[in-house]
């Protein structure tokens, strides 16, 4: 239930502080959080995840972070003193850590609690399980030396695991704001208790009801523990994705200070810096090139898995890796300012975004855990005065089980660490959600536009074809183009090589090389002089490539980029370079087809080598030649001319659901 405040400020002073909150439990604990930030003088709007235990604010910007983690501490809760990051990127940082030892320590007390429980389960109902093994137990141990281990091993399962609970419940208790901890208090409580009682001071108790249920109480705090167990490695795996984006980031940079190069941490690097980048470095800021050039993979954060040369000028950004070619880089944007921190915390914050369908849960869980209490209490007052003898023992073990078996966590976690699971595994696979609720609305797509390069096509180039003229023997000529082509630094020049190595037919001796930039290469292999490139190339060196001209532009049409191969003078062969649909795209558009959705692919490329692609994978609708501004425009257009069959299903819904029907409409 996000929680929009009172106070309402001009959009441009607004902005999102994410804070970690310990000691949530369950959704009447993000009601109470919610509630008590919303109250905060210049919030204007809050939204507590439960899974991952944090608190997005929207705020001006004269609300501190000390006024906020003051507001979640007057509700019971609590902000880390040693958390200072107010970015979404910084945050998940520290979530993670802080979640990798909350896992543990979970993992750790589960063992724990399990180890004690499982004699305290075979002692108490070993005869269920095992026929005469009660009769065994009674005639060894006996009844009073059995009642006293199991009051021994479950003292030590609440004393020591099942702690939390006791703690966490009883402040909720005392603040008169019960949570999920206090109705596992209650419940283990009550039932350790009456035990403790028949075990004792058995006289205490009416005759015929001083019976134990250590084995309820123990195995309640097992489960539990359990439960937060799974629910803490779910919200781990989920966040994962969020992990592995600001991994991206090194931590240092080389910087420039005068004459000397010094490696600084990047919170000391400043606008306007000059950093160096080495071959196989990731990017950690933001910058422009102003010195060398390089071929750099930018997939983490385009999608685009082709490397895109950066030469002087050119912009880089965080996260990326410079695969080759040495450069300098002028810092211009550092920290959260960067494209990596932003896409960070759009995902961060899609991941903790609630869905519609979460309102009617929160509201519904926030007042449920009271309910259950009432519920217990009113169970056990009506089985002591109504029920049949003996009446005590049958009105605890009914009220104990109200409160356990009236677990609200599994509606309270359903949805958001849903929305987690399904957000962090698509950041994985390099699909990025802006809003949880985007997931929601997926069901009533009615269109899917496609990128071509890198999602529907491999992302790099292959070798396609190799056409050998008269005279010449094509593992010759992949040998001789391969010896040349390695020591290019193009994406090229990478297939080329990596086609040779498919066909293993090795590399000759080089001992001269020499790229020409927008031409190809020249060089000797083997003592005899070959160039590999375009076709202004051949006309330089005066081959003849005339024979291979009609295939040339065959290829060109296919979506192909041709290359000549010349050795010695001669026109040895043909050569067709191209990005590979991936195996799985035309699976993929062939399932989405069946479901009724209409498919679409968006490019820069060039019309006929976007015909081609599409053509291969089954796809009708192609918008080629647009430029990356141009893409919004494009989706909108996509949009407004399938929009048609998803209004009529709105209002088709909308007849019978009318509530639904206007959130379809949105």
């Given at each position: 239930?996000?929680?929009?405040?009172?106070?309402e400020?001009?959009?441009?002073?607004?902005?999102v502080?994410?804070?970690?909150?310990?000691?949530?439990?369950?959704?009447?604990?993000?009601?109470?959080?919610e509630?008590?930030?919303?109250?905060?003088?210049?919030?204007?709007?809050?939204?507590?995840?439960?899974?991952?235990?944090a608190?997005?604010?929207?705020?001006?910007?004269?609300?501190?972070?000390?006024?906020?983690?003051?507001?979640?501490?007057?509700?019971?809760?609590?902000?880390?003193a040693?958390?200072?990051?107010?970015?979404?990127?910084?945050?998940?940082?520290?979530?993670?850590?802080?979640?990798?030892?909350e896992?543990?320590?979970?993992k750790?007390?589960?063992?724990?609690?399990?180890?004690?429980?499982?004699?305290?389960?075979?002692?108490?109902?070993?005869?269920?399980?095992v026929?005469?093994?009660?009769?065994?137990i009674?005639?060894?141990l006996?009844?009073?030396?059995?009642?006293?281990?199991?009051?021994?091993?479950?003292?030590?399962?609440?004393?020591?695991?099942?702690?939390r609970?006791?703690?966490?419940?009883?402040?909720?208790?005392?603040?008169?704001?019960?949570?999920?901890?206090?109705?596992?208090?209650?419940?283990?409580?009550?039932?350790?208790?009456?035990?403790?009682?028949?075990?004792?001071?058995?006289?205490?108790?009416?005759?015929?009801?001083?019976?134990?249920?250590?084995?309820?109480?123990a195995?309640?705090?097992?489960?539990?523990?359990?439960?937060?167990?799974?629910?803490?490695?779910?919200?781990?795996?989920?966040?994962?994705?969020?992990?592995?984006?600001?991994?991206?980031?090194?931590?240092?940079?080389?910087?420039?200070?005068?004459?000397?190069?010094?490696?600084?941490?990047?919170?000391?690097?400043?606008?306007?810096?000059v950093?160096?980048?080495?071959?196989?470095?990731?990017?950690?800021?933001?910058?422009?090139?102003?010195?060398?050039?390089?071929?750099?993979d930018?997939?983490?954060?385009?999608?685009?898995?082709?490397?895109?040369?950066?030469?002087?000028?050119?912009?880089?950004?965080?996260?990326?890796?410079?695969?080759?070619?040495?450069?300098?880089?002028?810092?211009?944007?550092?920290?959260?300012?960067?494209?990596?921190?932003?896409?960070?915390?759009?995902?961060?914050?899609?991941?903790?975004?609630?869905?519609?369908?979460?309102?009617?849960?929160?509201?519904?869980?926030?007042?449920?855990?009271?309910?259950?209490?009432?519920?217990?209490?009113?169970?056990f007052?009506?089985?002591?005065?109504?029920?049949?003898?003996?009446?005590l023992?049958?009105?605890l073990?009914?009220?104990?089980a109200?409160?356990i078996?009236?677990?609200?966590?599994?509606?309270?976690?359903?949805?958001?660490?849903?929305?987690?699971?399904?957000?962090?595994?698509?950041?994985?696979?390099?699909?990025?959600?802006?809003?949880?609720?985007?997931?929601?609305?997926?069901?009533?797509?009615?269109?899917?536009?496609?990128?071509?390069?890198?999602?529907l096509?491999?992302?790099?180039?292959?070798?396609?074809?190799?056409?050998?003229?008269?005279?010449?023997?094509?593992?010759e000529?992949?040998?001789?183009?391969?010896?040349?082509?390695?020591?290019?630094?193009?994406?090229?020049?990478?297939?080329?090589?990596?086609a040779?190595?498919?066909?293993?037919?090795g590399?000759?001796?080089?001992?001269?090389?020499?790229?020409v930039?927008?031409?190809?290469?020249?060089?000797?292999?083997?003592?005899?002089?070959?160039c590999?490139?375009?076709g202004?190339?051949?006309?330089?060196?005066?081959?003849?490539?005339?024979?291979?001209?009609?295939?040339?532009?065959?290829?060109?049409?296919?979506?192909?980029?041709?290359?000549?191969v010349?050795?010695?003078?001669?026109?040895?062969?043909?050569?067709?370079?191209?990005?590979?649909?991936?195996?799985?795209?035309?699976?993929?558009?062939?399932r989405?087809?069946?479901?009724?959705?209409?498919?679409?692919?968006?490019t820069?490329?060039?019309?006929?080598?976007?015909?081609?692609?599409?053509?291969?994978?089954?796809?009708?609708?192609?918008?080629?030649?647009?430029?990356?501004?141009?893409?919004?425009?494009?989706?909108?257009?996509?949009?407004?001319?399938?929009?048609?069959?998803?209004?009529a299903?709105?209002?088709?819904?909308?007849?019978?659901?009318p509530?639904?029907?206007?959130?379809?409409?949105?």
């Open positions: 239930m996000s929680v929009v405040a009172r106070h400020l001009p959009a441009d002073t607004e902005e502080i994410v804070l970690p909150v310990e000691g949530m439990s369950c959704a009447s604990c993000v009601g109470r959080v509630r008590a930030l919303a109250a905060v003088p210049g919030v204007v709007g809050v939204n507590v995840n439960l899974p991952a235990r608190a997005y604010v929207t705020a001006g910007a004269e609300v501190s972070r000390a006024a906020l983690a003051g507001a979640v501490a007057q509700a019971g809760y609590r902000v880390p040693s958390d200072d990051a107010g970015d979404a990127g910084d945050a998940t940082q520290v979530w993670t850590d802080r979640g990798a030892a896992r543990a320590a979970l750790r007390a589960t063992w724990i609690a399990a180890l004690l429980t499982l004699p305290v389960v075979v002692l108490a109902m070993g005869g269920h399980l026929p005469g093994l009660d009769r065994w009674a005639g060894t006996g009844a009073t030396t059995s009642a006293f281990v199991q009051l021994g091993l479950t003292t030590l399962v609440l004393a020591w695991p099942g702690a609970f006791f703690r966490l419940g009883g402040a909720a208790l005392l603040r008169g704001a019960p949570d999920m901890n206090a109705l596992v208090a209650l419940g283990a409580g009550a039932a350790y208790a009456y035990s403790a009682v028949a075990t004792l001071a058995p006289g205490i108790l009416p005759a015929g009801t001083a019976h134990v249920y250590f084995e309820a109480a195995v309640i705090v097992t489960l539990i523990l359990l439960g937060r167990f799974l629910e803490a490695q779910a919200t781990g795996r989920a966040s994962e994705a969020v992990r592995k984006l600001v991994a991206l980031q090194p931590h240092a940079a080389r910087v420039r200070r005068g004459v000397r190069v010094v490696d600084l941490p990047l919170g000391a690097v400043q606008v306007g810096d950093i160096e980048l080495r071959p196989g470095e990731r990017v950690p800021v933001d910058g422009t090139v102003i010195e060398g050039a390089g071929h750099f930018e997939s983490a954060m385009t999608g685009e898995s082709m490397p895109v040369r950066r030469d002087v000028g050119d912009p880089v950004v965080a996260g990326t890796l410079n695969q080759n070619g040495a450069l300098a880089v002028r810092v211009a944007r550092v920290g959260s300012d960067t494209a990596l921190s932003q896409i960070v915390r759009m995902v961060a914050e899609a991941q903790g975004a609630k869905l519609p369908v979460q309102a009617l849960v929160d509201r519904v869980t926030m007042w449920f855990v009271p309910a259950v209490i009432a519920a217990a209490l009113l169970t007052g009506v089985w002591l005065a109504f029920g049949p003898d003996p009446a023992r049958y009105a073990v009914n009220a104990v109200v409160m078996v009236a677990c609200p966590c599994a509606m309270g976690l359903a949805t958001p660490i849903s929305i987690m699971v399904g957000i962090g595994r698509a950041a994985e696979t390099g699909m990025l959600f802006r809003k949880g609720d985007a997931l929601q609305r997926l069901s009533a797509v009615r269109v899917v536009a496609f990128d071509k390069t890198g999602t096509t491999q992302g790099k180039p292959v070798l396609t074809d190799l056409i050998p003229a008269a005279g010449f023997a094509r593992a000529v992949l040998r001789a183009m391969a010896t040349a082509e390695a020591r290019s630094e193009h994406p090229i020049a990478h297939a080329i090589v990596a040779a190595e498919d066909e293993g037919v590399t000759g001796a080089l001992t001269e090389f020499e790229a930039a927008g031409f190809g290469v020249r060089a000797v292999v083997d003592g005899t002089e070959m590999v490139g375009a202004r190339l051949m006309a330089k060196v005066e081959a003849d490539v005339s024979d291979f001209a009609e295939t040339a532009a065959r290829f060109a049409d296919e979506g192909k980029t041709p290359l000549y010349a050795i010695a003078g001669r026109a040895a062969a043909l050569a067709a370079v191209a990005d590979a649909v991936k195996p799985s795209a035309w699976a993929a558009v062939s989405l087809h069946a479901a009724g959705i209409a498919v679409a692919m968006v820069g490329d060039r019309q006929a080598t976007a015909q081609v692609i599409a053509g291969q994978l089954g796809i009708r609708i192609v918008v080629a030649q647009v430029p990356p501004g141009g893409k919004v425009a494009a989706v909108e257009d996509l949009r407004q001319a399938h929009g048609g069959t998803y209004a299903y709105a209002a088709k819904v909308g007849r019978f659901l509530g639904v029907g206007r959130l379809a409409a949105r």
